[in-house]
T-cell receptor, first 114, second 114 residues
Framework: AQTVTQSQPEMSVQEAETVTLSCTYD???????LFWYKQPPSRQMILVIR??????QNATENRFSVNFQKAAKSFSLKISDSQLGDAAMYFC???????????FGRGTQLTVWP | EAQVTQNPRYLITVTGKKLTVTCSQN?????MSWYRQDPGLGLRQIYY???????DKGDVPEGYKVSRKEKRNFPLILESPSPNQTSLYFC?????????????FGPGTRLTVT
């Protein structure tokens, strides 16, 4: 089974500052997908950003961007200009392109201070 | 509105009393999946289905059953619930073409087994 590791159970950031959440994964595949999901207190799972392994360019969605290092099997999420609404649990996830399964890390709880 | 619905949203039951959690999606997705979320463990996959009448085990299938008789529905069955199945359950669906494997999640079902 694939493993996804989030080494930071908790992180905090000041409003308007930048924070980076770390994620590493283990796979022998060359083609796969990586995701960051956000889970606010409502418990709804919200897709933040996705990255295809075959794409060298790092994905960006407004204030959210990733640093994808394929050789290092690292997939960190950078949140710029943090807002109070960014406070949530963030999950890194890996999907095998052939099976369509989704493997999650254990999550990073992000607190945003005003 | 494109969505994944789950019912019930909250359920308290007793050990051994069979229950079913329903999941339905209106996006004509081929792929559907069930996950459980436990504190400190992230989300773990229970079962998934690549299409009608095709189901397969995820990481934690013991004590659960699923069926996929229709494309839109993917119920989760607990034949004899036990307290260790107390958890937050998510259903998700995805297309297998285009932007593949971007899973859309339902709102979650909070299950308590006493």
């Amino acid at each position: 089974a694939q493993t996804v590791t989030q080494s930071q159970p908790e992180m905090s950031v000041q409003e308007a500052e930048t924070v980076t959440l770390s994620c590493t994964y283990d796979t022998s595949e060359s083609d796969y997908y990586l995701f960051w999901y956000k889970q606010p207190p409502s418990r709804q799972m919200i897709l933040v950003i996705r990255q295809e392994a075959y794409k060298q360019q790092n994905a960006t969605e407004n204030r959210f961007s990733v640093n994808f290092q394929k050789a290092a099997k690292s997939f960190s999420l950078k949140i710029s200009d943090s807002q109070l609404g960014d406070a949530a649990m963030y999950f890194c996830a890996y999907s095998d392109s052939t099976l369509g399964r989704l493997y999650f890390g254990r999550g990073t709880q992000l607190t945003v201070w005003p | 509105e494109a969505q994944v619905t789950q019912n019930p949203r909250y359920l308290i039951t007793v050990t051994g009393k069979k229950l079913t959690v329903t999941c339905s999606q209106n996006m004509n997705h081929e792929y559907m999946s069930w996950y459980r979320q436990d504190p400190g463990l992230g989300l773990r996959q229970i079962y998934y289905s690549m299409n009608v009448e095709v189901t397969d085990k995820g990481d934690v299938p013991e004590g659960y059953k699923v069926s996929r008789k229709e494309k839109r529905n993917f119920p989760l069955i607990l034949e004899s619930p036990s307290p260790n199945q107390t958890s937050l359950y998510f259903c998700a669906s995805s297309t297998l073409t285009g932007l593949a494997y971007e899973q859309y999640f339902g709102p979650g079902t909070r299950l308590t087994v006493t």
